[in-house]
């Protein structure tokens, strides 16, 4: 068996060395169109650069500025505004809008104020405003809340800082806190409980970045224990509920925070919230606010007349009526 094998080979291996494998052809210079031949480039071609995919532009803050007359902060009073808020409204009879300034914290040159937006029976969005300049110029660092109040803000230092609200109903519910780590140009939106809850923070009090602490008042319940006490070792992003009472309960350390001696704000009898500052013993005014922002009135599309109408086509003479058949005669009987 073996030596048959053997002699397979030998036959088979002449055969080999006369068939070679073919070569492979050598492949043909590119071409252009038409048949017109292309010589490649002595140097290699560097690739088109991709085409730079445009910028997109961050949203610019509406700016406010101060210049001795009081400010109309901006209001969409849409209609889609007035159908969410069930404002009955007419031309004649507008629904006012109103801003209530509830806070204000200065920090530096920074200003903050704290509210919301109401029409005197529904809150409609929170309000939240910032000066760098010291009260030149104002802007809105977040969007409006809907249906949502701010009260207090706070800072440890020039970079960390919270503000406090909730959502304003027939109840307050669902507390939140707004918190910064630069100063107050940025902030996010932190939830107090994971689940809906009625009732607002009281006070709350920090005593470094982390370490803090906050009253809730549940508004309701007050036999089961009204008042509680959580803290958090998070900053804010998290809490954790440390004493529950029916009665009031007291923040250990906790200093109550007023905007400073040399600082007011208040109401004028023209209807403006004013800001002011102390130089000496006099109240130099730094800013000041209308009160009334704006007049929700339905947006009533004026009527288009009706089209005229088209005018009628000559009706086409009617046709005779074609004869009827001759009857034939009858027979008659003979």
Sequence with gaps: MRKGLAI?????????AQNPPPAQQPKPPDTAPGGVFRLPPAFPVP???EAAAPKVEEPKQAVMEYAGKPIKIPFDCSEEIIQKFGMTCTENDPCP?????????PLGEKL????NFHNGATTMFSLFLVSSNGGRTWSEPVERIPMAGLDRVLFFDLETGWASGHILQALPRDPFFLLTTDGGNNWRRRPVFSEP???AVEKFW???RTAGAMLFDRVQGADTGRYERHETMTGGDTWMIREVSSKPLTLRGAKDVVATPDWRLRADASGTHVMERREGTRWQ???????????????????????????ATPA????????????PPALRKP
């Design 285 to 311: 005014r730094v800013a000041a606010f209308f009160v009334k922002v704006a007049e929700c009135r339905p947006d009533f599309a004026p009527l288009e007349p009706p089209p005229p109408p088209e005018p």
């Design 8 to 16: 397979a080979v030998l036959l088979l291996a002449p055969m080999a």
């Design 206 to 208: 920090f005593e470094s």
């Design 112 to 115: 903050f104020l704290t509210g």
């Design 47 to 49: 690739p088109e650069p």
């Design 97 to 105: 809008v109103y801003a209530e300034i509830a806070g204000f914290q």
């Design 197 to 199: 809850r009625i009732g």
């Design 316 to 327: 086409e003479p009617a046709a005779p009526p074609a004869p009827r058949p001759a009857k």
